[in-house]
């Protein structure tokens, strides 16, 4: 079936886990660029926007490392 947003799904519920998922990741793509990281336990500030990503994902568990923004 056809959904909004040009969503293609089986189902209703597949659906509306596909639309969280996709507005999740667009405003995730668009926010990461106005963050940066930074891990006091290394001690450095990181800017540029795949590490930014990557330490957002890998290190949201570590206690010391902060997510804030650029302004």
Known sequence: ????????????????????????SVITRHYVNFLEV????????????????AAIKDRSNIPFVFVIGKN
């Open 38 to 53: 930074v891990d006091l336990q290394r001690y450095k500030v990181i800017r540029k926007f795949p590490k930014v990503k």
């Open 1 to 24: 079936m056809h959904y909004l947003n040009d969503i293609i799904a089986a189902d209703l519920y597949s659906a509306v886990f596909l639309s969280s998922y996709m507005r999740h």
